[in-house]
């Protein structure tokens, strides 16, 4: 099944948690207005994209070969990034990203609108538009370019209210050759504990026989006290289970997942965890598949100066291919 | 199997052979050796002791303990070293990262117990790089 709103740009994430790490050193953003809530959202279950998204946000970020990468504010709202890859894959080289933050506070950690950026000498750009035009409504418009031609854009919507959110997401739509790919999903909270989602993708395509196809596919998530299961099942025939544990207070987080296809008749599992050390600064992330591979990421910030040090190890068993990073992430 | 007929001249005589044993038609020094088998042979042919059953069960336990040992020590190898370099990768470093966390907590405590006495030993600590 394609994956519409995946291949956001690799930084989001780490700036993402630097606007919390921002958010903890101080009260809020300086130079922004608080918005007008009026919805209450804390029993929202969030996006269908998020369902699974705890479970794989444990899977270590493995990269190989040397990164440095410097990060600079040049501003309360705006933040510059230079990053050096130096491996002997694909993505070697120099990269250059740019984050804004706008003026629009909605809670203490969101800022609205968001802008971030990056493009490389290869001809290689991201760009993604992260806007909230009132409580209930976000949304989202992404590009990227490949190689000096255009790879992908998509435009997503998300309306919430207080026990559900929908989705609504265009993709690559092209007119002129009648093809385009449209999602639509929704996901209720049905009881205290237990969420239930469904998702419509439909796309159309003059080289898919019959001219377009149709793909459903449902997940529930049912959360207990420290843990939580999710399941994905699809009428195309894929299946994914997955179960995430973290006991209240606990450095350790566990995460396991099960998946099956059986169009492409295999399955796999992945064990996932990540220790936090917080006295050492320090995180550990881990991860452990059926198809003998082993990855393993450690991140330490060397406290007084704003360094990240990061080692990664990747060993696939199955092929015998050992492969090793370093980077350092200043700022 | 060779008969020999007494038309041959005299300086050979006439052996009747009858064991499944080949003896070249010209060869006359054969009758001297009346073992045709190495000592090896024999002890080979032993096994025709044993009815054909029997025999064919030991054969298939001795080549089955043999394939079985084989393979359990190749995959004990690759099992091995599976389990060696993923725990080396994902368990060792936490555990050498909360031996220097430890050690360094250690150090302070005694610094501060050595600088401001044994009361302010117990209160916050400070933690270093690496």
Redesign the interface.
């Known amino acids: 099944m394609a994956n519409v709103s995946g291949n956001a740009p690799s930084n989001e994430t780490n700036k993402s948690s630097k606007i919390d790490e921002q958010q903890s050193a101080q009260p809020a953003f300086p130079n922004t207005r608080w918005m007008n809530v009026t919805t209450d959202l804390s029993r929202n279950p969030g996006i269908f994209e998020d369902v699974f998204k705890k479970i794989k946000d444990l899977l270590p970020p493995s990269f190989e070969g040397a990164k440095l990468s410097v990060t600079k504010m040049l501003s309360s709202h705006f933040q510059v990034s230079h990053s050096m890859t130096l491996s002997s894959g694909s993505n070697s080289g120099y990269k250059f990203g740019a984050n804004y933050l706008g003026t629009q506070l909605y809670s203490q950690s969101e800022v609205f609108p968001v802008i971030l950026g990056d493009v490389d000498p290869n001809g290689n750009a991201n760009a993604q538009i992260i806007h909230q035009w009132s409580d209930k409504l976000r949304t989202r418009i992404l590009a990227q370019v490949q190689s000096f031609k255009m790879a992908g854009y998509q435009l997503s919507m998300d309306y919430r209210t207080q026990f559900t959110t929908t989705t609504v997401t265009l993709a690559n739509v092209d007119l002129f050759s009648s093809s385009g790919i449209a999602v639509l999903q929704h996901l209720t909270r049905v009881t205290k504990n237990l969420d239930i989602g469904a998702e419509l993708l439909y796309q159309s395509n003059p080289m898919i026989p019959g001219g377009h196809i149709g793909i459903t596919s449902f997940v529930s998530r049912y959360r207990g006290l420290d843990w939580f299961t999710a399941l994905k099942l699809s009428p195309a025939g894929v299946f994914n289970v997955g179960y995430f544990h973290q006991k209240s207070n606990s450095p350790l987080q566990l995460g396991v997942e099960f998946e099956a296809s059986l169009a492409a008749k295999e399955t796999s599992a992945t064990f996932s965890y990540q220790y936090d050390l917080t006295k050492a600064n320090t995180t550990f992330r881990g991860m452990l598949d059926t198809n003998g591979l082993v990855s393993a990421v450690i991140e330490k910030r060397l406290a007084p100066l704003p360094f990240t040090f990061m080692l990664s190890s990747s060993l696939n068993h199955a092929k015998s291919a050992y492969r090793f990073g370093i980077g350092l992430l200043i700022g | 199997m060779i008969q020999q007929q007494s038309i041959v001249p005299a300086t050979g005589s006439s052996v009747v052979v009858s064991s499944i044993e080949e003896i070249p038609a010209t060869d006359d020094d054969d009758d001297l050796f009346v073992e045709d088998e190495t000592t090896l042979e024999r002890i080979i042919a032993l096994k025709e002791m044993f009815p054909e059953t029997i025999r064919n069960t030991l054969g298939t336990i001795n080549s089955t303990l043999l394939n079985t040992s084989k393979l359990a020590y190749d995959k004990g190898r690759s099992a091995a070293w599976?389990i060696t370099?993923?725990m080396c990768?994902?368990v060792f470093?936490?555990l050498i990262?909360?031996e220097?966390?430890q050690i360094a907590e250690q150090i302070s405590h005694e610094q501060r117990s050595i600088l401001l006495g044994p009361q302010a030993a117990t209160s916050a600590l400070s933690?270093?790089?690496?």
């Open positions: 599976w370099s993923s990768v994902l470093p936490i990262q909360k220097l966390l933690g270093s790089a690496f």
